[in-house]
Nanobody, 119 residues
Framework: QMQLVESGGGLVQAGGSLRLSCAAS????????MGWFRQAPGKERELIAS????????YYGEGMSGRFTISRDNAVNTVYLQMNSLKPEDTAVYYC????????????WGQGTQVTVSS
């Protein structure tokens, strides 16, 4: 089973940038669509962006394009989320997840990484 481990979270000042990484174990990474989600305290989880298995198709959640960029490197089984011009309202736990191509369901989740943006 593919396992996911996020890294790169932390404390950053407003206006700063962070790059999150999500490393996948196993040899099936390149058949998974990957997504980045976040959940702030008291709020529902929301999709930030997703990227198809071969990286050819990218989707950004509502209001997420412009400051967030998703990418992947199948050679090293990793998906990335570049976050720029961060705002205090971006504070949340960020998760990566995998959806086996064609299923439409994210059934592989990482443990999450905390991102805190100070004003």
């Amino acid at each position: 089973q593919m396992q996911l481990v996020e890294s790169g979270g932390g404390l950053v000042q407003a206006g700063g940038s962070l790059r999150l990484s999500c490393a996948a174990s196993g040899r099936t990474f390149n058949i998974y669509e990957m997504g980045w989600f976040r959940q702030a305290p008291g709020k529902e989880r929301e999709l930030i962006a997703s990227i198809s298995a071969n990286g050819g198709r990218i989707y950004y959640g509502e209001g997420m394009s412009g400051r967030f960029t998703i990418s992947r490197d199948n050679a090293v089984n990793t998906v990335y989320l570049q976050m720029n011009s961060l705002k205090p309202e971006d504070t949340a736990v960020y998760y990566c997840a995998g959806s086996l191509a064609g299923t439409g369901t994210y059934d592989r989740w990482g443990q999450g990484t905390q991102v805190t943006v100070s004003s």
